[in-house]
């Protein structure tokens, strides 16, 4: 009889070029284990500079008031809103690649999610700084919380602005509890690992008494897939409630029942491309080309070509239902867009999120880690600009009398940048300090973890997992 593809090893793509399980435990553990540098303290130093600017910036929000931001009156909602949404697609990625892929079985998985369920957690706290503040008056941000106080103003729960506080946490949560799930196992390796008291002892705690045991691989493995299928549907309810912060509204540009498969092709679009531009830094610095190979980087590729496809049919459906409609408010939406004051910004996404991930059609594209790198750069520049179209569709609306122009102030640009601050800081330390890949499931997917698998030394196919 023909095996089947997944249980012949020799048919198997090759997801890791290594000779046993140890070299895969030392390439991983190698980062955490040495001492810090000079380049890494530097990146640390310059990212937590960027993060207290932010800081500072909040706080002088929070003395002035939201007028030093560029909203004005047609556009009510302005920069904190477009990043607010940019982050959370950024943020969707690492949830696919994990549950998704994990719950359809897909091994390649394995080389990447420990790095895509990290990002997820950084870009969904850099999100979640915006809607906060942009309420204006954050002291009493609790209002938006069901909780009895003192005016007797209940929150209205047929809001999606309402809905994006519980979707949004509740989406943090599972993917916190998910990511420190799969590092159990992982930090009792480095655990058995360690040569100072101090890191033994911290390790220790977090990895929560983890022997090894084939009790405690039960439970995690039941664990890992109850949360697996909690997290799943979150991938898309998440950025569908967003996207209902524009549908459910009577603007022209924004009432369409497309918003919610289009935000969520989105959303994966952009994530995708921000986990293959860090993954393929990290690739390199680090040494992981034994454990993150070419197949990998193809197959996340893969992934933006189909997002992007159907984020560029998504675009192509907005405008021809808004002149199969005969709305005269849509159709000028749409002309404006592309030919009025803010038309360099249209047809900058259009470049960016239609025409370059078309460049993945070709196996060589795919498979070339510069041209990959310089187009998931031109990805999330481009899906920044679709949230930006999309807000500064406000700045003419129904009566020309109330239009106006929206600019950005230097308040707004550095408030942005200094997310990516708070974004590299958290970054930089999960880099230094813990295993960047799931050392567990990467061996798992090694030929030697095979049942097929032959060995004429079988101290290599029982190796334990430390």
């Not at 600017?53 to 904190?80: C, D, H, K, Q, S």
């Not at 655990?191 to 022997?211: M, P, Q």
């Not at 259009?350 to 498979?367: A, H, L």
């Amino acid at each position: 009889m023909i095996p089947h593809r997944d249980d012949d090893p020799t048919k198997r793509p090759v997801l890791v070029e290594s000779s046993d399980f140890h070299e895969v435990t030392e390439i991983i553990a190698a980062p955490t284990e040495t001492k810090l540098n000079t380049t890494w303290i530097l990146l640390l130093m310059l990212s937590g500079s960027f993060l207290c600017l932010m800081v500072g910036l909040f706080g002088y929000l929070f003395w002035e008031g939201t007028g030093i931001w560029g909203v004005n009156v047609p556009v009510a909602w302005g920069f904190a809103i477009v990043n607010f949404i940019w982050w959370i697609g950024i943020g969707h990625a690492g949830t696919l690649i994990s549950a998704i892929l994990f719950l359809f079985r897909q091994k390649w998985r394995t080389g990447i999610n420990r790095f895509s369920e990290a990002m997820t957690i950084f870009a969904v706290m850099c999100a979640g700084v915006f809607p906060a503040f942009h309420v204006g008056r954050i002291w009493v941000v609790y209002y938006i919380f069901p909780l009895p106080n003192q005016m007797a103003a209940w929150p209205n729960t047929r809001s999606p602005l309402f809905w994006d506080v519980f979707a949004i946490s509740t989406y943090f949560t599972v993917s916190l509890l998910f990511w420190y799930m799969g590092l159990i196992p992982d930090l009792a390796t480095l655990r058995d690992r360690a040569n100072t008291k101090v890191r033994k002892f911290v390790l220790s705690v977090f990895a929560l008494g983890w022997r090894g045991a084939a009790r405690h691989w039960q439970n995690y493995e039941r664990a890992y897939l109850i949360l697996a299928a909690i997290s799943t549907p979150l991938v898309l309810s998440v950025h569908s409630i967003v996207s209902f912060d524009f549908a459910t509204s009577k603007i022209p540009g924004w009432h369409t029942t497309i918003f919610p498969p289009y935000f969520v092709a989105g959303a994966v679009f952009s994530g995708f491309a921000l986990v293959s531009t860090l993954l393929i830094v990290a690739r390199e610095v680090f040494g992981f080309k034994k454990v993150v190979r070419l197949h990998h980087i193809e197959n996340m590729n893969k992934f933006m070509l189909l997002t992007g496809t159907l984020v560029g049919y998504a675009y192509a459906m907005e405008i021809f239902v808004a002149w199969y409609s005969g709305n005269i408010y849509e159709r000028y939406a749409f002309w404006n867009r592309a030919l009025g004051e803010y038309w360099w910004s249209y047809w900058a996404m259009i470049t960016c999120n239609v025409i370059s991930p078309q460049f993945f059609w070709f196996r060589w594209v795919r498979r070339n880690l510069i041209f990959t790198f310089i187009l998931t750069i031109f990805i999330n520049i481009g899906m920044w600009f679709e949230r930006f179209v999309i807000v500064i569709t406000l700045h003419a609306d129904f009566l020309p009398s109330s239009w106006g122009y929206y600019r950005p102030t230097w308040v707004d640009w550095w408030t942005y940048i200094g997310t990516f601050g708070m974004f590299f800081s958290f970054f930089l330390l999960f880099l230094k300090f813990l295993p960047q890949l799931a050392i567990a499931e990467v061996k798992g997917v090694m030929p030697e973890a095979s049942p097929h698998f032959h060995s004429h030394d079988s101290s290599n196919s029982s190796n334990s997992r430390h």
